[in-house]
């Protein structure tokens, strides 16, 4: 017997674990975007220490972005820009 433990993706952000086993099949509530897929498949150090638990549907890889996740990101853009603006203009002043 091996000890584990499990957690979602949202608490495996930021993680480099060294030994990840990972269920990307169709949840049985809700749905997986390609966001949950990216953290994921990219909490291990490499290919040889990950392993998909059962089969699951490559469309899911073909899907885009939610409008709403997509909206979320060209608002970053923009205040990403606001924030260099206001640098950049803080730092001729001085």
Known sequence: MTSAYAFTDYHSQG???PCVIVDIAKPPSGGLNLFNLYVALSRSSGRQTIRLLREFDNAIFLCSHTPELLAED???AV???ETITWWTHICQAN
Request: glycine share 0%; charged share 35%; aromatic share 0%.
């Open 15 to 17: 993680q480099m674990l």
């Open 79 to 81: 205040l990403d820009k």
């Open 74 to 76: 060209d608002h970053l």
